[in-house]
């Protein structure tokens, strides 16, 4: 599932890379601050949580410099649930063997078989 807000108003947290006008994505090394073509290398934010349109419009009203927040896809992030198809950060997943499932569907899973984890019922 995407990381949400207790605000039920609010969009789940966005992820984005941010780029200049040339294309070149924002990156970070020892050095400092850089921008490259190296997608992968880029810096990920956290839309909501680091402003990144406020500091975008700052950098832009500050230098002259006009940057643009790319959405990172979801698929990059996160991984679906074979069964239900929810999306979820890929250390909350289960593989059973052949397919990757959430704890709710794992659950499920395990209950069909019958072997489920759990307290159990003393016959007499």
């Keep these: ?5 207790d605000n039920l108003n609010e969009l789940p947290e966005l992820k984005v890379m941010v780029r200049n006008s040339q294309g070149k994505y924002l990156a970070q090394d020892p ?3 850089f921008f490259t073509e190296d997608r992968k290398s880029a810096v990920v934010l956290r839309y909501q949580a680091d402003r990144v349109q406020e500091q975008l419009e700052t950098i832009r009203l500050t230098y002259g410099v006009a940057l643009v927040a790319d959405p990172v896809p979801l698929e ?5 649930c074979d069964q ?6 890929p250390y909350m997943l ?9 704890a709710d569907c794992r659950t499920r899973k395990l ?7 759990g307290p159990t019922r003393s016959l007499r």
């Design 76 to 80: 990059e992030i996160y991984e679906k």
């Design 94 to 102: 289960f593989f059973d063997g052949t397919r990757f499932l959430c």
């Design 1 to 5: 599932m995407l990381e949400s807000s």
């Design 111 to 117: 209950f069909r078989k019958g072997t489920a984890p």
């Design 31 to 33: 050095n400092g601050l």
């Design 84 to 89: 239900c198809h929810d999306w979820f950060m």
